[in-house]
T-cell receptor
């Protein structure tokens, strides 16, 4: 069964540093997403990406964050100048175009900012 | 704004003791309702999508149903391996790209 792959599974970073979280979505999906889950809280939407541009972003997704699809397979989330409150699980997801069909999440990257 | 509320927060069951989880939702328009299973430290794993009131879907010991205001996930004769957090989510009606709003989840623990 196709899956969404995320690396690394766990990242520890110093406050103020930049991190890049990587994802390989399902190959025939065209919509890509990042969500995050702070420990003990809901899974919350960050950003969606379609046709090589941001389709929608939440109020959480400010100038500290950026996304990129550098080639035909990878999808990245960059977090600049990390803060303690950025510590969370970050999930990548992808879906079939326009239908939500096959909306699949990766296993996540646990980001710990110290 | 879409609202998704799940109850109870936690459910402790004896193996074989059937029960139901509730997901109530308030949306501008329903484009579907998703159920996911989440194991500790893992990503949500897709279970079901329901699209219209009256629809039911089954997978092993799980059955999901949908009404106009809520969805139920019924667990029949659960086993310890059914222990997980069950999440429901709805896509935004006004979003072209299926942005999901999640409930807080119900954590199910099944004791042998």
């Amino acid at each position: 069964e196709p899956e969404v792959t995320q690396t690394p599974s766990h990242q520890v970073t110093q406050m103020g540093q930049e991190v890049i979280l990587r994802c390989v979505p399902i190959s025939n999906h065209l919509y890509f997403y990042w969500y995050r889950q702070i420990l003990g809280q809901k899974v919350e939407f960050l950003v969606s990406f379609y046709n090589n541009e941001i389709s929608e972003k939440s109020e959480i997704f400010d100038d500290q964050f950026s996304v990129e699809r550098p080639d035909g397979s990878n999808f990245t989330l960059k977090i600049r100048s990390t803060k303690l409150e950025d510590s969370a699980m970050y999930f990548c997801a992808s879906s079939d175009p326009g239908t939500g069909y096959g909306y699949t999440f990766g296993s996540g990257t646990r980001l710990t900012v110290v | 704004e879409d609202q998704v509320t799940q109850s109870p927060e936690a459910l402790r069951l004896q193996e074989g003791e059937s029960s139901s989880l509730n997901c109530s939702y308030t949306v501008s328009g329903l484009r579907g309702l998703f159920w996911y299973r989440q194991d500790p430290g893992k990503g949500p794993e897709f279970l079901f999508t329901l699209y219209s009131a009256g629809e039911e879907k089954e997978k092993e010991r799980l059955k999901a149903t949908l009404t106009k205001k809520e969805s139920f996930l019924h667990i029949t004769a659960p086993k310890p391996e059914d222990s997980a957090t069950y999440l429901c989510a709805v896509p935004s009606f006004f979003s072209n790209d299926y942005k999901l709003s999640f409930g807080a989840g119900t954590t199910v623990t099944v004791r042998a």
